[in-house]
T-cell receptor
Framework: EDQVTQSPEALRLQEGESSSLNCSYT??????LFWYRQDPGKGPEFLFT???AGEEKEKERLKATLTKKESFLHITAPKPEDSATYLC?????????????FGAGTILRVKS | NAGVTQTPKFQVLKTGQSMTLQCAQD?????MSWYRQDPGMGLRLIHY???????DQGEVPNGYNVSRSTTEDFPLRLLSAAPSQTSVYFC???????????FGNGTRLTVT
């Protein structure tokens, strides 16, 4: 059974204090690992897709990396507007359709 | 473009009542799906559709029905509401089964 575990559950940072979020996964055959950002009262907003170990994607202060067992979302010099819940999800090549298996998320708070 | 639109934003039901959550997308996406989000858990797939006239069950389908008569609309019906169905419901769509999902802003449902 596919599993996605995110850590930590919550993270509090000072503005400018860089850190990383972890996403560990177990799938029979990875067809994509996805990172989403979710603001309170909103739906998840797509950030990145990673497909193979060693792949990296960047967007502003965010950088996502992928290994065979986990993914990291690195946040460099965060700002208060980066505060949100970050969700990780995987798509298994054994599943029909575009089903994503999600982790429970990491709640990030950045204080100025 | 409006993207994925969900109505209503909030709903309170009594046990045993039925209702339909509406979802519409204006991106001409073939794939649509419904997820529910509960505290401390990842989003879980309820039902999905790979095109008009085609639907299938996700991992938590019991108590819910769907239909897909047009490409744009994918309503979710609760047949007889139960307190266990108290949750936030998200509709999502994608261009294909390999594309990232785009989410609506959710419907918060409370069943008393």
């Amino acid at each position: 059974e596919d599993q996605v575990t995110q850590s930590p559950e919550a993270l509090r940072l000072q503005e400018g204090e860089s850190s990383s979020l972890n996403c560990s996964y177990t799938v029979s055959g990875l067809r994509g690992l996805f990172w989403y950002r979710q603001d309170p009262g909103k739906g998840p907003e797509f950030l990145f897709t990673l497909y193979s170990a060693g792949e990296e994607k960047e967007k502003e202060r965010l950088k996502a990396t992928l290994t065979k067992k986990e993914s990291f979302l690195h946040i460099t010099a965060p700002k208060p507007e980066d505060s949100a819940t970050y969700l990780c999800a995987v798509r298994d090549n054994m599943e029909y359709g575009n089903k994503l298996v999600f982790g429970a998320g990491t709640i990030l708070r950045v204080k100025s | 473009n409006a993207g994925v639109t969900q109505t209503p934003k909030f709903q309170v039901l009594k046990t045993g009542q039925s209702m339909t959550l509406q979802c519409a997308q204006d991106m001409n996406h073939e794939y649509m799906s419904w997820y529910r989000q509960d505290p401390g858990m990842g989003l879980r797939l309820i039902h999905y559709s790979v095109g008009a006239g085609i639907t299938d069950q996700g991992e938590v389908p019991n108590g819910y029905n769907v239909s897909r008569s047009t490409t744009e609309d994918f309503p979710l019906r609760l047949l007889s509401a139960a307190p266990s169905q108290t949750s936030v419901y998200f509709c999502a769509s994608s261009y294909s089964v390999q594309s990232p999902l785009h989410f609506g802003n959710g419907t918060r449902l409370t069943v008393t």
